[in-house]
């Protein structure tokens, strides 16, 4: 193919990054940003000045929606009709407009999100207030551009006589661009602007003085005057928007929540339906029905409770988890000299300002022409009523119109336009009366010539004017203000209490790690041996607790787990719960449940005590683990283990008490017992301090809290076989971290090594062999001896092997 002239080679990101660039600037410029000046986009521009060319006025009847649309389709905006409609509907809407611009008969949508009806069956007209935007078009105010197709004229702005950009707002998206201009009070913003007028550097606290923040057509309360007063400063904010509430009592000793506004742009259904749903869902439990009583008098949202709900609680929880509150973001940004700009309130207000002078100068021009052009000619009627005769004879003695001009001008001095006033004056005014109506018409000319004059040579003057005026539609249009501003954004405190419902369950807890919660009922159908559990795992807690408790689980890997009961779950007594990895993420596989703490609330006074395997002992205080934002899935450090085969063998939470020792027992038989004051209280990631001095290849078994005065049996199995009582308080006290005493008597050959030591309070422990032989055993059977017995054998260890496990049996805490 020979190379042709009218075919570019062009690359595709030439091609690519030319067309979509001029694509983002007509979306930027001509679409979806509205001016800093009239705060309208083309297409609400459009509209306006299409409706007021026809004479679709306020002060005329109502006109068929879709003549007006196929109208400005034709003339000034070839897109598509729905896109017009769209914005028509919108500027009718007094829900979406603070005050609306267009007036509509017939179905504009609703709160609900309800489409409008067809523009056919809907009529419409521009509203009273529209016509403050449009006035003075006539008069030369505004730059007027070709249309698309060069047939009309139509503005690239409205004179627009208040701020219509802080009072109506604006949304939209645009290529790279997105725009949220918050509506605001009319009577607030023009006395704004008028200050601004007088004081030209006016600081935004003093702004803020006559415009402390939004005002949207739906009410609601605005809360957070700080970030009102950044936005207004950047552009840039995030308020919290909230109904309005107010909880009433009704018959049967229940409670109604009541809502009367709504925030701005949340569609009314969908929160009505999402507010069911949470009761449906038993999200929270009190709501007995959500109904939506609005009708023509105003709108209301009823939440019904149930009796003796938590009001207040319930309310909070849909502030937080409904459209009932939403942030608004303010992203103030408008076309200033074609370009987009993020603006504050200053910059707006001082565009307005400047656009206004701009207006009332070409105003006064325009008037001021017309008004000298017409002086000129009442100057000459006058003269040619004065000597009357003489212009009659000289009319008549001429051959035409032309030649009669001529004459004039040539005879009396009378110029080109005064001689075509006379010609073309009708005889009946010629009557003696004129002259009187012609004088003083010079003088109010004149009059109106000097004031014209004035405002164009001193903006002093021109800005009295534009107060006036300003003043004018603040008295005529004013409102009230219908959101409420708060200074403070109110944090939202959720009471467990109100999400939950109260119950007492049973919670079990298992060696492994499952856990899980059961109704009385269930359990009380079951035995308590009838427990769902895997083979092998055994019950490390049981107890009764409300489903506002919480629990702290500790690992043997230091681990802490927090859950509230109500979190865990709801299985029958039989299954066997849900293991804690599920939801948690990095637990090792060797990782067990060692220690399980319920507890109402926290207690600043109660401290954990960590004490490992490898002769480590730390405390620290239980208010460290609080609730932590992602307990769901990841756990806490209790304490940091030196090495990898360090493990936790006992967990305590004290609660202060003075006077307890922390007692100890090696592996190898060694015992020590000193004061736990000696421990110091440190942080979470801390690795505590040594606990005691071990020999080599020594370990912790287990540490127990003693009484320092008094007396505490305990319990120690012997790999042999052998089980011994003794008391805790037979080793005198020392201090922390020396080598102990010997609480078994050292054997030459096949000497005892003790691999369970506890209190054995509970009346049965199972003695696990080599073999797998059980064997279950009441300590008290056995009676207290001395630090140097080796106790009494319960196992012969020739039979079955070595003792390698102990297991005490948990009491299950029913309260009864």
Do not use: C
Not at 343 to 359: A, C, F, P
Not at 410 to 421: G, K, M, R, S, Y
Not at 631 to 639: F, H, I
């Amino acid at each position: 193919m020979e190379n042709r002239q009218e075919v570019q080679e062009l690359t595709l990101e030439e091609v690519m990054g030319d067309r979509f660039g001029r694509y983002s600037k007509y979306i930027i410029q001509e679409r979806a940003l509205p001016d800093i000046r009239d705060g309208l986009k083309p297409v609400q521009r459009r509209i306006l000045f299409a409706m007021n060319k026809d004479g679709n006025t306020f002060d005329k009847g109502f006109r068929k929606s879709a003549k007006s649309v196929g109208n400005i389709m034709g003339n000034y905006h070839p897109h598509g009709d729905s896109s017009i409609y769209e914005a028509m509907v919108r500027m009718s809407q007094d829900w979406k407009l603070r005050e609306v611009l267009i007036e509509m008969h017939g179905n504009n949508g609703s709160m609900d999100g309800d489409p409008p009806a067809a523009m056919r069956y809907t009529e419409a007209r521009l509203s009273q207030l529209s016509g403050e935007m449009l006035a003075d078009i006539e008069k030369n105010t505004v730059d007027l551009v070709w249309n698309f197709d060069d047939t009309e004229k139509e503005p690239t702005v409205l004179p627009a006589r208040y701020p219509n950009l802080l009072v109506n707002g604006s949304t939209g998206i645009s290529a790279g661009y997105a725009t949220e201009i918050p509506t605001h009070n009319l009577a607030e913003v023009i006395d704004g602007t008028i200050y601004m007028i007088d004081h030209p550097k006016a600081s935004l606290d003093k702004l803020m003085e006559f415009i402390p923040g939004p005002d949207f057509p739906t009410g609601g309360i605005l809360q957070g005057k700080d970030e009102i007063k950044k936005a207004y400063e950047t552009g840039r904010g995030k308020v919290i928007l909230r109904s309005k509430t107010k909880i009433e009592a009704i018959k049967g000793n229940k409670q109604q929540i009541v809502i009367s506004e709504i925030p701005y742009e949340v569609n009314k259904a969908t929160l009505v339906k999402k507010m069911d749903e949470i009761r449906l869902n038993k999200k929270i439990d009190g709501i007995a029905e959500v109904r939506d009583e609005s009708d023509r008098t105003g709108l209301q949202i009823v939440v019904e409770l149930k009796k003796d709900a938590n009001a207040p609680g319930i309310l909070n929880y849909l502030f937080k988890n409904t459209e009932l509150q939403i942030n608004y973001n303010f992203n103030m940004v408008a076309i200033d000299h074609m370009t987009p700009h993020q603006v504050g309130l200053e910059d707006i207000l001082s565009s307005y300002i400047d656009h206004r002078k701009q207006v009332i100068t070409k105003r006064s021009q325009f008037d001021l022409e017309k008004a000298q052009k017409r002086q000129h000619i009442v100057e000459g009627l006058m003269k040619a009523l004065s000597i009357l005769d003489e212009v009659i004879a000289t009319i008549r003695e001429s051959k035409d119109k032309k030649d009669a001009k001529k004459n004039l001008v040539d005879v009396f001095q009378f110029t080109e336009e005064q001689a075509e006033a006379i010609v073309t004056l009708q005889l009946y005014r010629l009557t003696n009366t004129d002259i009187t109506e012609l004088r003083a018409e010079s003088e109010s000319l004149i009059a109106q010539i000097t004031e014209l004059n004035k405002i164009l040579s001193d903006d002093k003057e021109l800005f009295s004017v534009m107060k006036k005026e300003l003043r004018e539609v603040k008295k005529k249009y004013a409102n009230a203000r219908m959101t409420k501003i708060e200074d403070e954004i109110e944090e939202i405190k959720i009471d467990t209490k109100v999400l939950v419902a109260q119950e007492d369950v049973i919670v079990s807890v298992t060696r492994e790690g499952y856990v899980k919660r059961t109704s009385l009922r269930s359990y009380s159908a079951s035995k308590p041996e009838e427990i769902g559990m895997r083979e092998g795992d055994y019950l490390l807690y049981s107890g009764e607790l409300n489903t506002l408790d919480h629990l702290l689980l500790v690992t043997n890997k230091a681990n802490v787990i927090y859950r509230p009961v109500h979190e865990l779950p709801d299985l029958k007594w039989k299954d066997a719960g849900e293991h804690i990895s599920q939801t948690i993420l990095n637990l090792s596989v060797d990782e067990s449940i060692l220690a399980v703490f319920p507890y109402k609330k926290i207690d600043p006074e109660k401290t954990f005590v960590f004490i490992s395997k490898q002769g480590w002992i730390k405390q620290t205080r239980m208010t460290e683990f609080e609730p932590w934002r992602t307990y769901k899935s990841r756990p806490l450090s209790g304490m940091k283990l030196k090495s990898e085969d360090d493990e936790l063998v006992a967990v305590y939470l004290e609660d202060g008490q003075t006077g307890l020792d922390v007692f100890l027992v090696t592996h190898q038989g060694m015992g020590l017992r000193y004061p736990l004051q000696e421990v110091p209280v440190v942080g979470t990631k801390a690795a505590g301090v040594k606990s005691i001095n071990l020999k080599e290849e020594d370990i912790v078994v287990n540490g127990l809290l003693v009484i320092a005065e008094g007396d505490t049996p305990i319990v120690i199995v012997t790999q042999r076989g052998a089980v011994k009582r003794m008391l805790a308080q037979e080793i005198s006290q020392t201090s922390r971290a020396k080598r102990g005493v010997t609480v078994l008597r050292e054997l030459k050959k096949n000497p005892h090594r003790i691999i369970y030591m506890s209190e054995g309070k509970s009346k049965e422990m199972t003695v696990i062999n080599q073999k797998g032989q059980e064997l279950v055993i009441d300590p008290t059977d056995y009676p207290i001896g001395d630090r140097t017995s080796n106790g009494s054998f319960a196992m012969d260890e020739k039979s079955g092997g070595e003792v390698i496990k102990v297991i005490d049996s948990p009491e299950i805490s029913i309260d009864e």
